[in-house]
């Protein structure tokens, strides 16, 4: 009984022993090709050919995941019901109607009026229009519409008599350098609503006129007066930036 297993195992050997001399000499001609071309040129090669696969298999998945999104896509509208006429008009008639933007709480328009100190610090009162962000796309019927103080009707009401007032007292004060006829009230609004520089203002040659300068013309004055309680609050929360940040460094060198 030994002898028939013996017979039957030497087959099996001699496949090994091919194979192994098979593996010996692809290891060696390996070890030529290295020799020859550099071990760097096919490393080079191997990593292309990995990263080609690798982004054929992301493209395959990617593909893969957009169709099995279309077709739930489509199963799901399949099931949902037809919508019937009347249906269809009622929905039409309320996208017709234009949606009014959410007032922030107590009435307030923006959020951020009726949070507080820490939560305007931290931005915590965007917290709710976050949420919105995260689960849908936000529209413009989302945001936070506007004081009725912070709309364009309501700041150009109060800069424009201003800038008109500041026009009139330039032209009454170069009145006489105007002519006896007055000449086009409106482009010396407009020309002199800013100070003349070496071109002039519209391209004009000639100098500038004496004691002109952006301080003392009428746009710069009008924007001042019409804005001067929140420029004189964000100057003192500037300067107290300014002096915490420089004070400390001073104050500890005399001391030391």
């Known amino acids: 009984t030994s002898a028939p297993a013996q017979g039957g195992g030497r087959p099996q050997v001699a496949a090994d022993v091919a194979a192994a001399a098979a593996g010996a000499m692809e290891t ?7 020799r020859r071309w550099g071990a760097s040129a096919i490393l080079r090669d191997a990593a292309l050919i990995v990263l080609v696969l690798h982004i054929g298999e992301v493209r395959g998945a990617e593909a893969l995941s957009v169709t099995g999104l279309m077709r739930r896509t489509k199963a799901f509208l399949e099931k949902q019901p037809p919508a019937t006429p009347a249906a269809g008009a009622g929905a039409a008639a309320a996208a017709a109607v234009p949606k009014q933007r959410r007032e922030g709480p107590a009435g307030l328009f923006p959020a951020e009026r009726a949070a507080g100190p820490l939560s305007q610090m931290s931005f915590s009162w965007l917290n709710p229009l976050f949420t919105t962000g995260n689960s849908r796309y936000l529209e413009a019927d989302d945001l936070w519409a506007f004081s009725p103080n912070e709309t364009a009707e309501a700041r ?3 800069f424009q008599p201003l800038f008109d007032e500041e026009v009139a007292r330039l032209q009454a004060s170069k009145a006489g350098a105007a002519g006896p006829e007055g000449g086009n009230g409106t482009a010396l609004a407009v020309e002199q609503a800013l100070p003349a520089t070496k071109a002039g203002l519209f391209g004009k040659k000639g100098a500038a006129e004496p004691g002109a300068t952006f301080l003392t013309s009428p746009l710069f004055r009008a924007l001042l007066r ?9 100057g003192v929360l500037r ?4 002096l915490i940040q420089f004070l400390p460094p001073l104050l500890l060198g005399r001391l030391l």
């Open 226 to 234: 019409a804005h001067k309680g929140s420029l004189v609050l964000s």
């Open 28 to 34: 060696l001609s390996a070890r030529r090709q290295c």
């Open 239 to 242: 300067l107290a930036n300014t």
């Open 156 to 158: 150009h009401s109060r």
